[in-house]
């Protein structure tokens, strides 16, 4: 009285399941893919610009509109990069805490954010025009100012992450 003939063939292959799912986690326990390391929050950053230099370049978004967008790119990366709490602060006082004495920027790097924010703000609230090429130099002076002010690894390369960095 082994049991119905069906009862048996669902047992076996029940059990034939299970050895194939358990070699399955075993092999991709031990020889799986690798995952690739996460992307740095700065390079994310750089990613973010050159995804919408090509969304203004193919006219996709105005310039206009893009500069703000740029803007709060510039910020985050600033917010993350140097624990500066800025979400809830006007363009004057985020710049205010950038001119402290122990600020982590360059005065060349602190121009350009006066500058860029303050054209920025008067491109978005004033509704001062915009164009490509301003947008253009904008964003490439953005990206200059993140690749300049990355963190460097332990390797004295460019690039290192923060402790603190999530997007």
């Given at each position: 009285?082994?049991?119905?003939?069906?009862?048996r063939i669902a047992g076996i292959a029940v059990g034939l399941v299970i050895i194939v799912f358990s070699a399955l986690a075993v092999k991709d326990f031990f020889f799986g893919k690798k995952t690739p390391p996460p992307v740095p929050f700065w390079m994310g950053m750089l990613d973010e610009i050159g995804r919408?230099?090509?969304?203004?370049?193919?006219?996709?978004?105005?310039?206009?509109?893009?500069?703000?967008?740029?803007t709060h790119i510039v910020r985050r990366y600033l917010?993350?990069?140097?624990?500066?709490?800025?979400?809830?602060?006007t363009t004057a006082e985020f710049l205010a805490?950038?001119?402290k004495d122990d600020s982590p920027l360059s005065d060349n790097d602190r121009r350009f954010l006066q500058k860029f924010?303050?054209?920025?703000?008067?491109?978005?609230?004033?509704?001062?025009?915009?164009?490509?090429?301003?947008?253009?130099?904008?964003?490439?002076?953005a990206e200059k100012l993140i690749r300049g002010t990355a963190p460097a690894p332990e390797d004295g390369?460019?690039?290192?992450?923060?402790?603190n960095a999530s997007l």
């Amino acid at each position: 009285a082994e049991g119905p003939l069906w009862f048996r063939i669902a047992g076996i292959a029940v059990g034939l399941v299970i050895i194939v799912f358990s070699a399955l986690a075993v092999k991709d326990f031990f020889f799986g893919k690798k995952t690739p390391p996460p992307v740095p929050f700065w390079m994310g950053m750089l990613d973010e610009i050159g995804r919408l230099r090509e969304s203004v370049k193919n006219g996709d978004s105005a310039p206009e509109f893009s500069i703000g967008v740029l803007t709060h790119i510039v910020r985050r990366y600033l917010e993350v990069r140097f624990s500066i709490r800025a979400e809830r602060q006007t363009t004057a006082e985020f710049l205010a805490e950038l001119e402290k004495d122990d600020s982590p920027l360059s005065d060349n790097d602190r121009r350009f954010l006066q500058k860029f924010l303050v054209a920025a703000d008067m491109v978005k609230y004033a509704r001062i025009s915009s164009d490509t090429e301003t947008f253009e130099a904008a964003a490439g002076r953005a990206e200059k100012l993140i690749r300049g002010t990355a963190p460097a690894p332990e390797d004295g390369k460019k690039g290192k992450e923060p402790a603190n960095a999530s997007l």
